[in-house]
């Protein structure tokens, strides 16, 4: 007996000694980002489906982690990226993991935990365009991208910060959730409107997000936080169930981490829609198998135009035209053929009062849409709430009053004469130098401190695609002396999204820019 008690307690100790060794725990390898092998941070979704299919990992374990990232991290460190989790989003995976083990099949973003930007409509969780005045509304339906994506088998993780009403294109602050920092210097902006997306994406909260883009939203965010953003062409994608700010320019898309995530989701949400009568255009184009353009040799033969308007600016940053310099070289050394510089025509006076103010007009006939659902019935009466920022007030009341008519204010930019007119000097000058693509920097300057509103910002996304419909692509570009992300923008023709997937993904491959922030790497 007395034997007996004396193996049992050295046992005990031995068991004791050897769960203290990280080896021995799974949770250990989990809080450095590892687990049986699989790394977590930067993961995609081909190294999350691989991991599946090798049982090193599954969904629900994903979500966890990302969940824990966000509690670990999102508020403790000021990113402030996240509005609100999804409080299914662990038993949707672990519905998923089931799907899985009793099929072996796996759909295409089989539980992929996604980050949505709050201005998505989602059944299931509140929907406020950054609105305090919107808190609580859920929608009865999801927006079209939203559907299609779970559909494919993701997980809708959590709701992202926003610029408020998508407004500022410089600065992604709310009434609803506050001022989101850039995760590679949290006493900078991560631009706008789609901050909160991007941050959260490459702060590794998520898999990868979606964004909208008005004038800049998804690419100038994607370029401030060396993620890859893609606004499609204009018609290819369905903005159904998006919360408008001018819907004659807007779009809804990606923002990942990498070129072959990004074009994943963009396969996806692509082709028509009823809902949304602009995807006319893209009704005969089907099917959308975009992933088969990622050539890692895409660069080869491609003949690109430099577009050096923004870099020619007194304003524009030093560190940024170098970098941009560096960029055409390793275009140039992969095969491409460039022409520089590509100039466009009388761009000054073609783009000079394109913009046309929608907001009142688009939201209140959003509002109407809704029905019984709406929380309000009009902008007026949201406005009279006094539930808005500060910083947004004049905005607000100068969209009220802008003459509301029964009729559109502006033609979308297939039929207004002022965008065709535009669009069809880009595409001559195109064809004269017969291009494929122009390129140029997503900003000319670095990020701006939160609190600067003074010194250039450098934002050079407002007028080509969103006024052409051409489709456009941001990749990491490098980083300044100071770590900071900047991005190159490619722009193609009218849903000519292959040839500019292409020339992203093959650039990607060759200069291997995007790096995770230093603060929230496990790494570090």
Request: aromatic share 10%; hydrophobic share 35%; proline share 7%.
């Amino acid at each position: 007996m007395k034997k007996a008690w004396i193996w049992f307690v050295f046992l005990t100790f031995l068991l004791i000694f050897l769960s203290s060794f990280p080896c021995c725990k799974k949770a250990a390898n989990k809080e450095e980002g590892k687990m049986e092998g699989f790394i977590f941070e930067e993961a995609t979704i081909a190294s999350i489906h691989k991991a599946f299919k090798k049982g090193q990992l599954t969904s629900r374990q994903l979500v966890d982690y990302y969940l824990e990232r966000i509690e670990k991290y999102d508020q403790s460190s000021g990113l402030n990226a996240i509005v609100v989790i999804n409080p299914d989003a662990q038993k949707r995976a672990d519905y998923l993991d089931k799907t899985y083990s009793q099929t072996k099949k796996l759909r295409p973003l089989h539980g992929i935990p996604i980050i949505v930007k709050d201005n998505y409509e989602t059944k299931d969780m509140q929907t406020t365009a950054g609105s305090l005045a919107l808190k609580g509304f859920i929608p009865p339906e999801d927006a079209y991208q939203v559907r299609k994506l779970r559909e494919a088998g993701a997980i809708i993780l959590a709701k992202s910060n926003m610029a408020e009403w998508a407004f500022s294109p410089l600065r992604t602050e709310s009434s609803i959730a506050g001022i989101t920092k850039n995760p590679y210097d949290l006493e900078r902006v991560p631009a706008g409107s789609s901050g909160g997306t991007a941050a959260a994406v490459a702060a590794n909260f998520g898999t990868i997000g979606l964004g909208t883009d008005t004038g800049n939203s998804i690419r100038g965010p994607s370029s401030h936080c060396c993620l890859v953003g893609i606004r499609s062409t204009m018609g290819l994608t369905s903005r159904d169930g998006i919360i408008p700010l001018y819907l004659r320019n807007d779009i809804g898309g990606p923002m990942g981490r990498t070129v072959e995530d990004a074009v994943k989701i963009l396969e996806l949400i692509a082709g028509y829609d009823p809902s949304d009568p602009i995807t006319e255009r893209c009704k005969d184009l089907g099917p959308y198998i975009y992933t088969s353009f990622l050539d890692k040799n895409g660069l080869e033969g491609a003949r690109i135009g430099v577009f050096r308007y923004y870099t020619d600016k007194p304003t524009a940053d030093p560190q940024i035209r170098d970098l941009f310099d560096k960029a055409i070289e390793d275009m140039k050394s992969c095969g491409a053929e460039i022409v520089d510089p590509f100039v466009i025509p009388d761009f000054e006076e073609l783009t000079k009062g394109i913009w046309c103010d929608m907001f009142c007009h688009d939201l209140n006939h959003y509002l109407a849409s809704l029905g019984g659902y709406a929380p309000y019935k009009t902008l007026s009466e949201i406005v009279n709430t006094g539930q808005y920022s500060p910083y947004i007030e004049r905005r607000l009341k100068r969209a009220l009053e802008v003459p509301q008519e029964k009729e559109v204010p502006c033609l979308d930019v297939y039929c207004e004469p002022k965008n065709i007119a535009f669009r069809g000097c880009i595409l001559q000058a195109m064809e004269e130098f017969q291009l494929d693509a122009i390129v140029y920097p997503t900003w000319s300057n670095p990020p701006r401190k939160i609190d600067d509103n003074k010194s250039p910002a450098g934002d050079n996304s407002q007028l080509i695609p969103p006024h052409t419909g051409f489709p456009a692509i941001t990749v990491p570009m490098g980083f300044n002396t100071q770590g900071l992300p900047t991005g190159l923008q490619i722009v193609g023709k009218l849903f000519e999204e292959p040839i500019i997937i292409q020339i992203a993904y093959a650039y990607e491959r060759a200069t291997q820019h995007r790096k995770p922030p230093p603060r929230f790497s496990a790494a570090k």
